[in-house]
């Protein structure tokens, strides 16, 4: 099986900053997309950000230069820096994953179980 694992939430002033942390673990071949997506209560989830195994990165028009993804694959772990937070980005985070099983070479996509951030004075 594969797990994702969500680290790094909490409550933050406005303006401040919080790092985010995906890890990766179990029978896995190879991590392809990522991303990390977001829900607060009574809207949709949303994509906040995505990189590719290559490193490509796409951004949500809200959290263009403030937010920065980043992976390691050596470590099967992504971060998402999150700076200048206002109470808008308030909302459950989710990690996100592609994986390639071992073994089997089944294709899914994982979700982690959601980390709480909430920015307020």
């Known amino acids: 099986q594969v797990q994702l694992v969500e680290s790094g939430g909490g409550l933050v002033q406005p303006g401040g900053s919080l790092r985010l942390s995906c890890a990766a673990s179990?029978?896995?071949?190879?991590?392809?997309?990522m991303g990390w997506y977001r829900q607060a209560p009574g809207n949709q989830r949303e994509l906040v950000a995505a990189?590719?195994?290559?490193?490509?990165?796409n951004y949500a028009d809200s959290v263009k230069g403030r937010f920065t993804i980043s992976r390691d694959n050596a470590k099967n772990t992504m971060d998402l820096q999150m700076n200048s937070l206002t109470p808008e980005d308030t909302a459950v985070y989710y990690c996100?994953?592609?994986?390639?099983?071992?073994?089997?070479?089944?294709?899914?996509?994982?979700w982690g179980q959601g980390t709480q951030v909430t920015v307020s004075s």
């Open positions: 996100n994953a592609d994986i390639t099983q071992s073994w089997t070479l089944i294709r899914n996509t994982y």
């Open positions: 179990g029978n896995i071949f190879r991590i392809n997309d």
């Open positions: 990189i590719t195994k290559g490193g490509s990165t």
